[in-house]
């Protein structure tokens, strides 16, 4: 057993004992140490003024680190065990400014400077893929790696010239720059002991083994609460205080985060993130690869995991509706053993899952639909990107000779829990794929649903785009169709 | 030379290594404590108790104040009349009423959950409606009028009679409001503060601790962005750091989140603005009537002024003959609102732009036929509403010169086919101008100074009353001052703001920053350069100087033949030349002043509030955008997909700066036409007070294709070297996003055959869209 958590903070080795453990990075980096260059704005994980870089034994490729941003306002340093960071401070190489610096300088693209260190961070560790994968920056490029950094001064345009003016032929990976193989041996080594620490009033423990984790939760007296990214449960604990009490972490279970494809589906670990679920799964799943893509921010994606979003079981969870039309399924693990639900018979009431106290979800099962099955997928937020949904959508059909079989519809935002339409999926049983199938359905859709008003759209929107989702399924998929 | 250069910032350096110092990167000094903010935890009523027995409990936590333990409890730009801790009568949700001092940032919340407030409500106001009916008006602007509105809506064949509606704004800088108050020696404060107004934050924090304005100093080293957000709600919470320093002898640092920041402090003001149009059937405007009712929240705060620029920008680019403008501003239970880029501007103009997309629905036309048509003239039809005749008017110009560049016509005929064919999508086009005016509209501000202090090394410090923002004011100031000693603007540094040095400043702010204090450093440099010119003079006729000798300062000299460039000192008579410096040591061995304070204020400006009449400003901004949008038929969704705006800023000083100026504002603009929507429950809480609820645009929201130009100008001889103010005007352009959605809207209703007309309300989210849309708004 081990009693204290290891880091490296731009190469330096850092031990952390105690109570020290329950506080955010950001915190630690500013107050402690005094690298004052990463920000705090918001305290939620929203504007990525707080982004640092980060890698640990799941992100070694050629046996070198490869580098991912995160926001650490939300990473409690509980979370940081065996992990390489680096902050602004640790950018510059030696005394030179990295090509990314001075091209931010040169087109003008910091004003007041505040979110500059984030936006630094996010384009370095896009200038350490783009060498390391062989490929160019893009526009497009640009935009996707920065999709989680606000910037209010510059109106983005500016980091956009900068982002593309990036010299790669002169810049030197942070992979490269910072390979330390002492470090990795120190990793290694660490990560065969199980972490058991206490603050004051507060406790985590880090098992290295399933059984391990099952034993600890059938402990009626450990009233801990399972911490898989943090993404959630940082912002909780930023806000409201007194949260993060005994913290159950599955970051020393090995290969817990492995997604593997086999027979038709793809099995997928309680630890992978959303960013390596959306690498993954990009070819089989491409509606749900959009949807990833606009959900969430890069930092949030490299932190956060898609089994946290079924666990934390919000009703406008975006991962949801798609994994309960696509006969998605979680494996349940206890020191009884394992039991397999389906995602659709996951949920029972707001809040309320298909788990005892002392199971943990273990593993998640998708199928690969079949070639005739067509998906859809909506999410509909005040912004495009990086919002929490109004309403979100997925609808599943398979099309044979014109008509439509095998019919599921999920809708999030507009009850408890993210619903399925049973009524509105028998009704379309069988019908004919013209758009007057989809419109004699649409009184059902308002019938089946129940969506309240609050500041993300009122009772009356969140019908009509009920209902208009159902419409601009059948265009989009007959466009499609006829493609 | 370095006008005219596209220079880096001069904190880029340091931005980009996060070596930048802002408030709360300061090093924690010796007992130095963390003051915490409670809010008031009812929307309209009296605290009748706050008890912190409770929380002195809580280890950490040294002391708990009230607005008994103020000097003075009440502040207010324009009128005296905002407490800064308010006990008695509380006006808003979140209102401050006590603060903690704590000696660990991570207990304050915890911290402020003990103490114990015993409050009784009454009815809040929280709709401007209500506010209307209730008649409580904070303030009532004398009209604007010209010609004869009620003869000449008369006789006009078309009329429109409606209203128009748009929100209110958070700035949502990056950096929360932040100030660091130390007691010095004798009772002295020097605080440390994101503020825009230094000196009205020193004046609020010297009357709060019953000390005289010279035993406190305010230092402003940047801010993380301000918008106008830190123009004057940074002095009451500096002067909260300052009174726990007072009262423990200790340092004291007030850091918000920005959850606390948004919920205390105000935002751009709501508007509702009622409109009376009368035009013929080419669109031409024959009467044009205006009531505007800005929502001013709690206090006067800015509210007057920004009533008044409001209606000065009501006409927007166009000239409007018979016209008559009304203005309001009524309380509600809300934060206080306050300034925010375009103070006021674009809540009037954006009333003129949507009233011309209505009459484009009345004649079925294309609105840019009607905005050409009443477009300001030049030399003619070229009166405001308040009396103001436009001097060189580049507006014709940038009409046609953007309707050329952006291909207006053809993508006009591109989107008609587009409509027509889409089942999915509908898309819309608009282009909408600015005409800024620049000035303070009270004309006592429209002064600065600023202290030149050139060393013997070559050298220059330069500090003025300018607060750096990241607007880049420091860039462009040390560019003027190196122009002016032809030296290499590095050699040039701009130092903190601070009230010991620049004192009576005025806010950085209304666009004027740069107009103002580079002029005013210009000046305190020409008297330093007159002084090198004649020392050099008679250096170069190898006059002597030693201990019993010395060059004198005689006015008479002829310093024709000295030049300074490229950090020479030349004469062309003598064909000798010295370096810069080498001349600055020789003028200090000659105990000539390396040093000057210079003083500058804006001349021949003036208006006459009680008449509305007047020369409110010195010159204005032009500017003109285009922009094209994408709206889901069935979502509502919509697309900037692409802009192109054409400015007029003079002969700039920094292209790059004014370019990421142009960029940045009109992407707020966007921004709040869109999608920032502020969503106050009816119990008065803020339900949107953070970045996961409010959503400022993010990098995926900008135009798919963006383009920014600029024409050549060199008429503008109102501005230190004919360059214009940039900060407010490019934001009023955002506005054609919102008219695009109308142009959208006009032609979706007439791809389904339904009344072209109807009314959206701004921003308009997806959300009221599709209600528009659907006719359910």
Not at chain 2, 391 to 398: A, E, F, M, S, V
């Amino acid at each position: 057993m081990r009693n204290y958590i290891l880091f490296y903070i731009n190469g330096k080795r850092h031990e952390i004992y105690g109570e020290m453990a329950f506080r955010p990075l950001s915190t630690f980096l500013r107050k402690d140490l005094g690298l004052t260059g990463t920000k705090i704005v918001c305290s939620e994980g929203d504007c990525g003024a707080c982004t640092v870089l980060n890698a640990g034994l799941n992100d070694i490729e050629n046996g070198k680190l490869r580098y991912h941003t995160i926001n650490s306002c939300i990473k409690y340093l509980h979370l940081c065990d065996l992990k390489h960071f680096i902050t602004i401070e640790g950018i510059k190489d030696k005394n030179l400014l990295t090509p990314v610096q001075s091209s931010m300088i040169e087109h003008h693209g910091s004003q007041c400077g505040f979110c500059t260190p984030g936006f630094i961070c996010t384009l370095s560790s896009m200038s350490d893929d783009c060498v390391l994968d062989k490929k160019l920056i893009t526009e497009k490029k640009v935009k996707n790696y920065t999709t989680g950094n606000l910037c209010r001064c510059t109106g983005y345009k500016p980091i956009i010239n900068a982002g593309m003016n990036i010299d790669l032929k002169n810049y030197k990976t942070l992979s490269q720059r910072y390979h330390d193989s002492s470090m990795i041996e120190d990793f290694e080594k660490h990560s065969q002991v199980p972490v058991e620490l206490t603050g004051v009033n507060k406790r985590l423990f880090i098992p290295t083994s399933e059984n391990d984790a099952a034993k600890y939760l059938s402990d009626k007296s450990n009233q801990c609460k399972i911490e898989a990214g943090g993404t959630d449960l940082g912002v909780v604990q930023n806000k409201c205080h007194g949260m993060i009490i005994d913290v159950l972490s599955f970051d020393l279970i090995k290969n817990n985060n492995k997604i593997t494809k086999k027979d038709n589906s793809f099995e997928i670990g309680p630890r992978a993130t959303w960013s390596e679920i959306e690498k993954a799964l990009s070819k089989d799943f491409p509606e749900f690869y959009k949807l990833i893509h606009v959900f969430a921010s890069p930092q949030i994606k490299n932190a956060g995991t898609l089994v946290g979003n079924i666990a934390n079981a919000s009703p406008i969870g975006d991962g949801i509706p798609f994994l309960l039309v696509g006969n998605a399924s979680l494996e349940l693990t206890s020191l009884q053993g394992k039991r397999m639900v389906s995602v659709d018979k996951f949920y029972k009431a707001y809040k309320q899952m298909d788990m005892e106290a002392d199971e943990f979800i273990s593993k998640l099962i998708i199928p690969i639909p079949s070639k005739n099955t067509l998906t859809k997928l909506y999410k509909i937020s005040l912004r495009k990107d990086l919002d929490i949904s109004a309403v979100t959508f997925a609808g599943s059909f398979v099309l044979e000779n014109n008509k439509l079989s095998n019919i599921k519809i999920a809708y999030g935002g507009v009850g408890p829990t993210v619903l399925r339409l049973k009524e509105v999926e028998q009704a379309l049983e069988n019908s004919p794929f013209e758009l007057a199938s989809f419109e004699k359905i649409l009184p059902l859709v308002e019938k089946e649903i129940s969506p309240l008003s609050d500041h993300r759209g009122s009772k009356e929107y969140r019908h009509l785009i009920a209902k208009n989702l159902m419409l601009k399924c059948f265009h989009e998929l007959s466009s499609e169709v006829r493609s | 030379m370095s006008l005219g250069k596209d220079i880096p910032h001069d904190s880029s350096y340091t931005h980009v290594t996060g070596a930048s110092n802002f408030i709360d990167d300061r090093p924690l000094t010796h007992k130095e404590v963390y003051v915490g903010v409670l809010g008031s935890p009812i929307t309209c009523g009296v605290i009748e108790e706050i008890d912190f027995t409770d929380v002195l409990k809580l280890p950490g936590v040294l002391a708990g104040y009230t607005n008994k333990d103020l000097k003075s409890n009440v502040w207010g730009t324009i009128v005296k009349e905002q407490p800064i801790l308010a006990f008695e009568k509380v006006m808003y949700r979140g209102e401050p009423i006590a603060l903690i001092a704590v000696e660990s940032e991570e207990i304050i919340l915890e911290a402020l959950k003990l103490i114990k407030v015993k409050s009784k409500e009454s009815k809040a106001i929280l709709l401007l409606d209500e506010a209307i009916t209730n008649k409580d008006f904070i303030y009532q602007a004398t009209p604007f009028t010209q010609g004869n509105f009620s003869e000449a809506i008369k006789k006009a064949p078309h009329k429109i009679k409606d209203y128009f509606e748009c929100g209110g704004q958070e700035h949502f800088y990056l950096e929360n409001h932040a100030s660091l108050a130390y007691p010095l020696e004798q009772g002295q404060i020097e605080v440390h503060s994101s503020s825009q107004h230094p000196t009205e934050t020193q004046h609020v924090v010297a009357e709060a601790l019953g000390l005289s304005y010279h035993q406190v100093v305010c230092v402003v080293k940047r801010m993380g962005g301000a918008f106008g957000g830190k123009e004057s709600q940074a002095a009451p919470l500096a002067a909260m750091a300052a009174v726990v320093a007072q009262n423990l002898n200790r340092p004291a640092r007030l850091i918000l989140t920005k959850d606390q920041d948004m919920e205390i402090t105000g935002k751009r003001h709501p508007f509702k603005n009622f409109y009376e149009v009368g035009f013929d059937d080419n669109g031409k405007i024959l009467a044009f009537k205006a009531e505007l009712f800005a929502n001013a929240g709690s206090y006067t705060d800015l509210t007057s002024s920004i009533l008044e620029r409001a209606m000065f920008h009501l006409d927007g680019a166009y000239f409007l003959e018979n016209v008559e403008i009304n203005g309001t501003a009524v309380r509600t239970n809300l934060p206080s609102n306050t300034a925010f880029r375009g103070f006021g501007g674009p809540q009037g103009n954006m009333t003129i732009e949507v009233a011309i997309e209505k009459m484009a629905m009345v004649l079925n036309k294309d609105a840019l036929e009607i905005r050409t048509l009443n477009c300001y003239g030049e030399g003619k039809r070229n009166k405001t509403p308040y009396g103001q005749v436009i001097g060189y008017n580049p507006l014709p110009t940038l009409f046609t010169s953007l309707i050329d560049q952006s291909n207006y016509i053809k993508r006009r005929v591109a989107i008609n086919k587009f409509n027509k064919e889409s089942k999915t999508k509908v898309r819309g086009l608009s282009l909408t101008a600015t005409k800024f005016g620049i000035a303070f509209t009270a004309r006592f501000l429209n002064q600065g100074n600023a202290l030149v202090n050139v060393h013997v090394d070559g050298t220059v410090q330069v500090s003025t009353g300018a607060t750096e923002m990241g607007q880049g004011v420091n860039t462009k100031i040390s560019q003027v001052v190196a122009h002016a000693f032809g030296i290499d603007a590095v050699d040039v540094n701009m130092m903190p703001t601070s009230t010991e040095k620049n004192h009576n400043t005025s806010p950085t702010a209304a666009s004027s920053g740069s107009d103002i204090n580079c002029a005013a450093a210009d000046i305190a440099c020409q008297a330093i350069v007159r002084n090198l010119k004649i020392v050099a003079t008679r250096y170069f006729a190898n006059e002597k100087f030693d201990d019993l000798h010395e060059y004198i300062i005689d006015e008479s000299t002829n310093t024709d033949s000295i030049q300074l460039q490229d950090g020479q000192v030349s004469c062309s008579k003598t064909n000798k030349t010295e370096t810069f410096s080498k001349i600055c040591q020789i003028a200090y061995l000659n105990r000539i002043s390396l040093g000057e304070y210079g003083f500058f204020k804006t001349e021949n400006i003036g208006f006459d509030k009680n008449k509305g009449i007047g020369t409110p400003f010195n010159y204005f901004t032009n500017g003109v955008a285009a922009t094209e949008v994408e709206i889901d038929r069935f979502t509502g969704e919509c697309k900037v997909l692409k802009t192109d705006i054409l400015m007029d800023l003079g002969r700039r000083i920094n292209p790059g700066i004014d370019y990421g100026q142009v960029s940045g504002a009109f992407i707020q603009g966007m921004g709040w036409v869109t999608q920032e929507s502020l969503f106050t429950d009816a119990e008065g809480v803020l339900k949107t007070h953070s970045p996961t609820t409010y959503k400022i645009p993010n990098i995926q929201d900008t135009p798919r294709e963006f383009n920014i130009n600029f024409i050549e100008n060199h008429e503008n001889t109102q501005a230190i070297h004919r360059s214009k103010a940039v900060g407010e005007p490019p934001f009023v352009l955002g506005i054609s996003c919102f008219t695009a959605i109308y142009d959208a809207l006009r032609c979706y209703n007439s791809s389904m055959n339904k009344d072209l007309d109807c009314r959206l309300t701004s921003p308009a989210t997806n959300e009221k869209i599709l209600m528009t849309m659907y006719g359910n708004n």
